[in-house]
Structure formats: structure tokens, C-alpha cells
């Protein structure tokens, strides 16, 4: 990871991700970290990290916890939040979400092609599945 991503990833983490964190432990009801794995995104898609990736994590969980049920699921099975940016090139067949062991890992081409990538919808619809 070059001087130029570093600096990207650090205005990211210092504009939004606070903000994100903060919506996001409220939303569940408890602290779930966001680990963001800096070093798997490319310079062009770092810029893509709030809209793309945060806002429609964001969204996803809030339908899951709106009602106690869903809350209670993700305190109960998520204890943390993993982030992995994969490139666009097939990033269709190779996206992956996966709960395991507590770990909720995101691994998509955030911003790429909208094929690349996790709509809210489907971050629901996989969590809902797998809770």
C-alpha cells in the first residue's frame, strides 16, 4: 500500500467512518467493530468506501434490527464486521459475503461495476438467511 492509499484510507477513517461506527453500534445495539482491510482496495476505489460500501452496510442492518428480533440475531451471531475490496474483473462470480464465527465479511469490488458489489437488499436478505 503506497503513500497515496495510506492517505485515503486515513481522510476515509477520519470523515466517515466514525460516524458510520457510531450509526452502526446503534442501529445493533452494541459495539461491532468495522475493520476495513485497507491494503486489498485500490487508490480509485478507497474514494468509494462511504457511499458504496458503508451506506449500504448501514441500510442492510437497519432492516435486519428494526424490530427486536433482528437486533437480538445480530448481537447475538456478529461481533464483528469485516471489509475486503477484490478487483472488478469478474468481481460478479468472486464477490462473497459470509458469516462465520462471529465475523461478518464483506468482500466485493466496491466501486466497480454495480454487478461487483452488495446492494443493501441482498446484505438483508443474506443476513436474514443466515441468522
Not at 478487483?87 to 469490488?109: I, M, Q, R, Y
Request: with cysteine.
Amino acid at each position: 500500500m503506497g503513500l497515496q492509499e495510506k492517505r485515503a484510507a486515513k481522510s476515509i477513517e477520519e470523515q466517515y467512518l466514525g460516524d458510520y461506527q457510531k450509526e452502526i453500534n446503534e442501529i445493533v445495539g452494541k459495539e461491532l467493530p468495522i475493520n476495513i482491510n485497507w491494503d486489498t482496495f485500490e487508490l480509485d476505489f478507497i474514494k468509494f468506501v462511504p457511499s458504496v460500501c458503508l451506506q449500504r452496510l448501514t441500510d442492510g442492518l437497519k432492516e435486519v434490527c428494526k424490530d427486536d428480533m433482528g437486533q437480538e440475531a445480530i448481537q447475538e451471531s456478529v461481533n464483528s464486521i469485516e471489509v475486503f475490496c477484490i478487483p472488478n474483473e469478474d468481481a460478479e462470480a468472486k464477490k462473497d459475503l459470509k458469516l462465520e464465527n462471529g465475523v461478518f465479511s464483506l468482500t466485493a469490488c466496491w466501486g466497480g461495476h454495480h454487478s461487483g458489489y452488495y446492494t443493501d437488499l441482498v446484505i438483508r436478505e443474506y443476513l436474514e438467511n443466515n441468522l
